[in-house]
């Protein structure tokens, strides 16, 4: 291939989902190449952006790469492609598929749960066979995190699934919300609800605020051009849960993105593989240029040549570091760039902060990759991204949707 890119992003998870678009928005000619479909499976809905002015006084921390101005508009722009998406300035809280309450940043209108002072009743909706939800220990949980509420069940079948269930065959979260995103589901909840709504008031509860939780029902991410919105309104509040993997989220957000950037005019190149670079050194410098990537596709090798490279292939979790036998060899798969590695890799006690955690590639304010025994940049046109940058936990430190978001979109800014 002999075109020039503007820019190819390499990885299909968050950060370089966000790093194509809003490359793509700036009228950049954007190749995304990815081997696979990505960590976006794995994402429960929410962005988790953790204490952003703590984090941002650690040292090396990514956040300490962005101004506050910055950060900022990474969750705007989440706000304008996923416009069912909320941010305020006191913490919200939205219901596991357990029925326990997880706190998080951004989170989709349809989560944000009531104020756990108030009085009411929740429904849970428990769909025929749904596959790892369990009930009555949901029904706990919620009962405990709302003393104030009462908790119900109410068992839902849907006649789509009715051969499978009397099969006895179990059916995922996905396969759910694919029905509930259907005319047919959205007909046969909308009943369900107007049902239980009549039951309540021939019951004399209806004075009670009631509000219906059902799980795997995901109500954002619809792209008007190819299907039809989702239905805004029930006779009743519903209530979504977070997502386990493989999560009904994750599934539908990244097929979103995707068609958000092809919309755009970015091209995509998946099942491709990055196979090897080729640049050359800035005269008087060691800082190099990369001139091209080479990757493997439909078992040919292809010549991408770009003024930029993003590098978003998601460090341990996105395939970005391989790791070898017994820890003996460690290393970036796509430019081979030095990792930061700590001594110690884990801690004895499992919920403890992980040191593994923290590997990744150290960089300066641009996102460019450092030579960490000199401090010197080694590419000066390639910026890593999201979970491929070092010195931070996600888990412990709950801000891996904000370090991915504000990581991508200065990337593409840098475009």
Known sequence: MNEMWDAVVVGGGLAGWIAGIRAAQRDKKVLLVTEGVGTLFYFSGIFDY??????????????????AQEITQGQRFVQEICPEYVMKDTPQFAFTVLGTVRQGDLMPRSMVLPDQQEQGEFVILVPEGLKDFFPKIVAANMAREFPGWQVNEKRMKVGTLSEWTQLGKSVTSIDYASI?????????????????????REAGRSSNKLVVVLPSLVREYFDSSRSKPYKNEFSLPILEMSSFVPSPHGRYFAEYLKHMFTDLGGELMMGARAAAINGKARSGSQTKVCQELVV????????LKSKKF????????????????ARKSIREEVFD?????PEKWSEPQFFAPQPFAQIGVETDALMRPLDPVCGQVIWDNVHVVGRMLAHWDPWT???????????????????
């Not at 953790?50 to 101004?67: A, S």
């Not at 993003?310 to 036998?325: C, D, N, S």
């Not at 760039?337 to 590695?341: E, H, I, K, N, S």
């Not at 978001?405 to 840098?414: H, I, P, Q, R």
Request: glycine fraction near 14%; hydrophobic fraction near 40%; include cysteine.
């Open 397 to 415: 430190q709950r801000c891996g949707g904000g370090v991915s978001v504000t990581s991508g979109y200065a990337a593409a800014e840098l475009i």
């Open 50 to 67: 953790g204490d952003v002015v703590r984090l941002r006084h650690l040292p090396k921390h990514p956040y300490t790469l962005f101004k």
């Open 337 to 341: 760039l030095p990792l930061f590695v």
């Open 310 to 325: 993003i590098l978003a292939t998601g460090g341990f979790l996105g395939g970005g570091i391989k790791v070898g036998m």
């Open 180 to 200: 509930w995103r259907s005319e047919e589901g959205q007909r046969a909840l909308t009943l369900e609800i107007d049902q239980l709504k009549r039951e309540y």
């Open 296 to 303: 493997n596709s439909m078992g040919k090798p292809l010549h």
